[in-house]
Structures are given as C-alpha cells and as structure tokens.
C-alpha cells in the first residue's frame, strides 16, 4: 500500500491575479506529483498482481472557496486520477482511493498556535 501526500501552500488570491508561477509551482506538486506517484506505483502493483493507492486530496478537493482557484483546481486533480485509475484498475486487483479530509490544525512544515 502507498500514501500519496503532496502538499504546497500559497497565500490566497483573486482568480484574475493569481501569480502564474504560483499556479506552475501548485500544479508541479500537487498535480503532477500525484500523477507521477501514481504512475511509478501503478506499474510495481500491475507487476505483483495488487495493491492499494491512497491519495490524500482535502475537502479543497471537492468544493471551491473565493481566493482559492488554483488551490482547489488542482486538489480536484486528485479525485478525478483516483476516479479513473480506481475504474481502471479495480479488474487487476488494484484499488484506487483518496480521503479528502478538512481543515486541520498541521500546514506544511509547521504547526500553527
């Protein structure tokens, strides 16, 4: 089994002023790092015969908040690979899952007080 958890933050912005390297920075980790992970993981558990991939989106993941496009858009990367990869790969004994969990007192490399 893996657990797949990427994790960036940037701070809030309106959609049409979102910095691009922002997003470019965002979409490298959360999106692409998922994907990746998966990729290289998928093929191992193709190989053995089974497995289990669990993604760690968050509620990001399934709704939207102002401030937070490029945020949200690509926690909604994760479900929707899970989504397609689940269906796809379920017949091979391989199961696809995310948990998209609330806001939580932990952020990337610190603890708030």
């Not at 920075?25 to 692409?32: L, N, Q, T, Y």
Request: with cysteine; charged share 20%.
């Amino acid at each position: 089994m893996t657990f797949n958890n990427a994790g960036i933050q940037v701070p809030p912005n309106d959609a049409a002023d979102e910095p691009i390297e922002n997003f470019r920075r965002i979409v490298a980790v959360k999106s692409f790092g998922v994907w990746a992970r998966m990729e290289h993981e998928l093929r191992v558990m193709r190989a053995q015969g089974s497995g289990a991939i669990v993604h760690d989106s968050s509620l990001g993941g399934l709704i939207g908040l102002p401030g937070r496009a490029a945020h949200h858009g690509t926690k909604h990367a994760a479900p929707g690979m899970t989504k397609s990869a689940g269906v796809e790969y379920a017949p091979r004994g391989i199961r696809v899952n995310a948990v998209c969990p609330g806001d939580l007192p932990v952020y990337v490399g610190f603890t708030e007080h």
